[in-house]
């Protein structure tokens, strides 16, 4: 367990209690100057990438422009699943929308994909990560880059490895999930008050988002992996 402090102060603001919620919208300039310029280029993407690329400065209006932004700030549940639409949800959008070729083949891109979304999650590098905005905004932008090139590697791979760089992604997003689950007291001081304005406790608000790791995040790997299977079966039983 890490020492308890008050001094977090967080990209996203003070953590709000749920009175006060739909009032924290971020205004941002810099913020909203550059989701109005992904919109533009977005807008005038050709039309089979179009609606990727608006689906994807959508998602992160809600994820950094809305209330949810300062709800991070609060809960370490929130925060679980923040960063899971942005590698499950932002990052393939990313990867679909600009399909720039290969930056990493499967193998290297899972290794680093998951090394930098454990390395996030380790209680005193994710404490840096709230202690100050360019420290925040390198875990937001190391996460979505990382995962986007492991979409962008696993939609170019072959499907067998495809199917297996999901998998492999889909276990170490469980095994996250589990031990954070199972931990026997709060590990994240940035989290230390803001659940008790929610009414629970920190410890109970970690084992909800280890929770969300081990179980609904890890399923969307599977979901994908099945999908990718299912289509290599049907081409394979058409060529016969």
Do not use: K
């Not at 941002?28 to 005038?44: E, G, I, K, Q, T």
């Amino acid at each position: 367990m890490i020492p308890v402090t008050s001094g977090w102060t967080p990209y996203c603001g003070a953590a709000p209690g749920p009175a006060e919620l739909l009032s924290r919208w971020n205004a941002d300039p810099v913020l909203l100057a550059a989701l109005a310029a992904a919109a533009f280029w977005a807008a005038r993407l050709p039309s089979d990438r179009r609606h990727f690329g608006i689906g994807a400065v959508a998602l992160a209006t809600l994820l950094f422009a809305s209330p949810f932004c300062a709800l991070t700030s609060a809960l370490f549940s929130a925060r679980a699943v923040h960063h899971v639409a942005l590698v499950v949800g932002l990052a393939p959008l990313i990867a679909l929308t600009l399909r720039t070729r290969t930056l990493l083949s499967i193998v290297p891109a899972t290794i680093a994909g998951a090394a930098i979304f454990w390395m996030w999650h380790a209680p005193t590098v994710y404490g840096w990560a709230l202690s100050s905005d360019p420290a925040y905004w390198l875990m937001q932008l190391s996460l979505t880059a990382s995962a986007a090139i492991f979409w962008q590697a696993v939609f170019r791979a072959p499907p067998l490895a495809g199917v297996g760089a999901l998998l492999a992604t889909m276990v170490q997003m469980g095994l996250l999930g589990a031990l954070i689950t199972v931990a026997p007291g709060p590990l994240y001081a940035p989290h230390a008050f803001g659940p008790q304005l929610w009414g629970v406790s920190p410890l109970e608000d970690q084992q909800l988002a280890g929770l969300i790791m081990w179980a609904p995040a890890a399923a969307l790997y599977l979901a994908a992996a099945l999908l990718i299977a299912g289509r290599w079966l049907r081409g394979a039983r058409q060529t016969i």
